[in-house]
């Protein structure tokens, strides 16, 4: 059978499963660690055991838990977060002989620590994934799936402050980390920090159908309709790199970005030629001087509709845009929103 045949075989049996058997509720296992981060663990226990019930209790309605949820540990022993919280589990991971989706939360620690202490552990990830679980982890809790060669050639997304960082480690894995959420072949990724929301909504759904889904996070007042981490993003991200004369041309953008910077000039005023500007700044930072200024100018103008009532056309002519139009289209083509909308969800000026 063709890796794709065998593929659509199990999603065909996973879907079985889902539409046939959902009188029991679906187990949901968060793999713990030490080092992890306590609100991404704790947190999406909760979300999944009140699928089915917290939306019932507000509308007086028999309550049907649709997930039963447990948390695993290497051993079965204690985990010590990253803010001291000490959470007990109920199982050991080597002793998980089911589950319908494991959970790897976020690593709140070190990441080259709790990647080497975790090191021998990642089998049961594997094993777990061969046994047609969901496999899923957010944040930087993405380094420990990729650790297992699970995510190689397959679509990923990380917090977008480590992407240099996972790109360098695992250099196979196709990752996107603009994307607040990504999914191939049953292993899903999730973005920075809570992004563990947007996951547990996205997996409730997957096995409960989009009314329960909704009614969750209605009922925990969640906000489910974020696509992307770019509105959350800094230029900072880009200066993880060695080339010291690209940092230099990367201050001197970011100190000139509202003026007209012909590439020409940008070259000439660093001794280089334009040639040479693009091939070292593409290989520092991944994207050419014109899109990195674009990058700034969109970033400082997100900072004026956080921090300013200015009216949106003097925001965009304060970041060096003459065009209205094609300045809202970038920006929401970089953030998911419009300027307007962006200024709404987190204007911070009464």
């Known amino acids: 059978m063709a890796k794709t045949d065998t593929y659509n075989f199990y999603l065909l049996q996973k879907i079985n499963v889902i539409t046939y058997m959902n009188e029991n509720p679906f187990v949901v296992t968060v ?13 999406a226990l909760d979300v999944f055991a009140f699928a089915g019930v917290s939306w019932q209790r507000i509308h007086q309605q028999p309550a ?20 001291q919280v000490l959470l007990t589990p109920h199982i050991a991971i080597e002793d998980v002989s089911h589950t319908d989706i494991l959970l790897i939360p976020t690593i709140g620690g070190d990441i080259d620590t709790v990647l080497h202490e975790m090191a021998s552990h990642l089998v049961h990830i594997k094993r777990l994934h ?9 944040c930087t809790g993405t380094f420990l799936l990729a650790k297992t060669g699970l995510l190689d050639e ?7 402050g480590y992407a240099d960082k996972f790109e360098s480690l695992f250099p196979l894995v196709h990752l996107q980390p603009d994307k607040m959420v990504t999914e191939q072949n049953a292993i899903y990724c999730a973005g920075g920090g809570m992004a563990w929301i947007d996951l547990s909504i ?11 889904a909704s009614d969750t996070a209605k009922s925990h007042v ?22 010291n004369e690209i940092k230099n041309v990367q ?22 030629t334009e040639r040479t500007l693009l091939r070292r700044f593409k290989s520092a930072c991944d994207i050419t001087p014109r899109q990195y200024l674009q990058n700034l100018r969109i970033e400082k103008a997100r900072k004026l509709l956080e921090t300013t009532n200015s009216s949106i ?11 209205m139009s094609s300045f809202t289209r970038l920006f929401k083509k970089q953030t998911g929103l419009s300027p307007s909308q962006y200024r709404a969800k987190f204007n911070r000026v009464k």
């Open 31 to 43: 793999l713990g660690f030490d080092q992890a981060l306590a609100s991404a663990i704790t947190g």
């Open 64 to 83: 049907e838990p649709k997930f039963k949820v447990q948390l695993a540990s290497p051993h079965g022993q204690p985990i010590r977060c990253s803010n």
């Open 130 to 138: 061969k046994m047609n679980a969901d496999i899923a982890a957010n």
């Open 154 to 160: 397959k679509a990923a997304t990380t917090h977008w």
């Open 202 to 212: 996205l997996l409730i759904e997957r096995y409960c159908g989009h009314q329960v």
């Open 222 to 243: 969640l906000d489910a309709s974020r696509t992307n981490q770019n509105i959350y993003a800094s230029s900072r991200q880009r200066h993880f790199h060695s080339d």
């Open 251 to 272: 201050a001197f953008l970011e100190e000139k970005v509202s003026e007209k910077l012909p590439l020409s000039f940008i070259a000439k005023h660093h001794n280089m």
């Open 313 to 323: 056309e003097k925001i965009v002519a304060a970041v060096g845009y003459e065009d």
